[in-house]
């Protein structure tokens, strides 16, 4: 996939003639460590909402989103046990440290789907026209 960036002035605003799609991403969680308290993209789906409303494509891609059944088949039934109340453990792939972080004694991780599902994901979607990225857990995150 080639994304470009989106320029607006390509943006006719009228919704009738064209039906823009929009990618929004929940990204992983870069920490020390991380566990689904139920942590949802409330205002991803709050945006994802209100584009719909004015006529646009909107296709989540939630990077936390520990329900997703290809993400279950994909990390096995470690990842699959839930604890009261639906909450649980992220998928974690321990990836090295910033290097500021570098003197902290413990393993750095990426919390959540594994890469390769993400990309698979991506590859198997039609092209967004935008593509939006929240950063609500990710405020140390390496793209934001």
């Known amino acids: 996939m080639n994304f470009q960036p989106l320029k607006f002035s390509k943006f006719s605003f009228d919704f ?3 039906k823009h799609r929009i990618l929004l991403v929940n990204p992983w969680i870069y920490d020390f460590a991380a566990y689904d308290f139920w942590i ?3 205002g991803l789906l709050y945006l ?3 584009l719909r ?3 646009f494509e909107v296709i989540l891609l939630d990077c936390l989103d520990r329900f997703d059944p290809e ?3 994909f990390v096995g039934p470690r990842y699959q046990k839930q604890k ?3 909450t649980g453990k992220f998928y974690r792939e ?5 290097f500021p972080l ?3 004694p413990r393993q750095y991780g990426r919390y959540g789907w594994p890469v390769e599902l993400v990309q698979r994901k991506l590859r198997q979607m039609p092209q967004p026209d935008a593509i939006l990225v929240t950063s609500v857990m990710t405020y140390w995150y390496p793209a934001a």
């Open 94 to 98: 321990v990836i090295p440290k910033p």
């Open 40 to 42: 949802k993209p409330l």
């Open 48 to 50: 994802a909402s209100l």
């Open 84 to 86: 009261r109340f639906h």
């Open 53 to 55: 409303q004015y006529g």
């Open 102 to 104: 570098r003197h902290i």
């Open 16 to 18: 009738h003639t064209h």
């Open 71 to 73: 993400y279950l088949a």
